[in-house]
């Protein structure tokens, strides 16, 4: 099971929205709604941030929204905040009940 | 509060095992999946695999098959990943963390472990 791609770095200035992309295959990403996404700081473990596509966990803020088109699913960080600058990581649910991460993204607040 | 507490960091030498242990607390164990997640120096989190704690059933990525062993000891709520013959490209903190209820169809990765830094070195 290969890694799902995902941009190496995304920037931006406070106040904007940035897109993470997260590009799976038919085995994966676009064949399940099961598409989740971690933040993790460094020396930190991951957070969990949406879960199935678009759903996001009580206490996380709304500036995080999560979508999928075909096999590729897209985390959205809208009014980007000095505190958002960490790494993210999608994930998907896969064949034989596997799972598969991204490479990771640094997102960095300009 | 709803956590799993993971065990302190190993040194192993090449070829030796490692055995980690991952105690939930404030849930039942055996009510969710628990995944095993390794992230290597500055490189991304890796699946390993997961453990169905009330069965013991488990699913483990090929690349550890044969080489990594999930276990579970219920009446302690803790369950365990042994990694044998270790390299030491399996120099990496690993991570265990709560997956979906049993009962329930979400997919996620919702409640994570602090992490245990394993060194294989000579």
């Known amino acids: 099971q290969s890694a799902l791609t995902q941009p190496a770095s995304v920037s931006g200035s406070p106040g904007q929205s940035i897109t993470i992309s997260c590009t799976g295959t038919?085995?994966?990403?676009?064949?399940?709604?099961?598409v989740s996404w971690y933040q993790q700081y460094p020396g930190k473990a991951p957070k969990l941030m949406i879960y199935d596509v678009s759903n996001r966990p009580s206490g996380v803020s709304n500036r995080f929204s999560g979508s999928k088109s075909g096999n590729t699913a897209s985390l959205t960080i809208s009014g980007l905040q000095a505190e958002d600058e960490a790494d993210y990581y999608c994930?998907?649910?896969?064949?034989?009940?596997?799972?598969?991460f991204g490479g990771g993204t640094k997102v960095t607040v300009l | 509060q709803v956590q799993v507490v993971q065990s302190g960091g190993e040194v192993k030498k090449p070829g030796a095992s490692v055995k980690v242990s991952c105690e939930a607390s404030g849930y039942i164990l055996t009510d969710y999946y628990m995944h095993w997640v390794r992230q290597a120096p500055g490189q991304g989190l890796e699946w390993m695999g997961r453990?169905?704690?009330?069965?013991?059933?488990?699913n483990t990525a090929q690349k550890f098959q044969g080489r990594v062993t999930m276990t579970r000891d219920t009446s302690i709520s803790t369950a365990y990943m042994e990694v044998s013959s270790l390299r030491s490209d399996d120099t990496a903190v690993y991570y265990c963390?709560?997956?979906?209820?049993?009962?329930?169809?979400?997919?996620?990765?919702?409640?994570w472990g602090q992490g245990t830094r394993v060194t294989v070195s000579s």
């Open positions: 994930s998907s649910f896969a064949i034989s009940s596997t799972r598969v």
């Open positions: 038919s085995s994966d990403v676009g064949a399940y709604n099961y």
């Open positions: 453990i169905n704690p009330n069965s013991g059933a488990t």
């Open positions: 963390a709560r997956g979906r209820q049993l009962s329930g169809t979400s997919r996620k990765f919702d409640i």
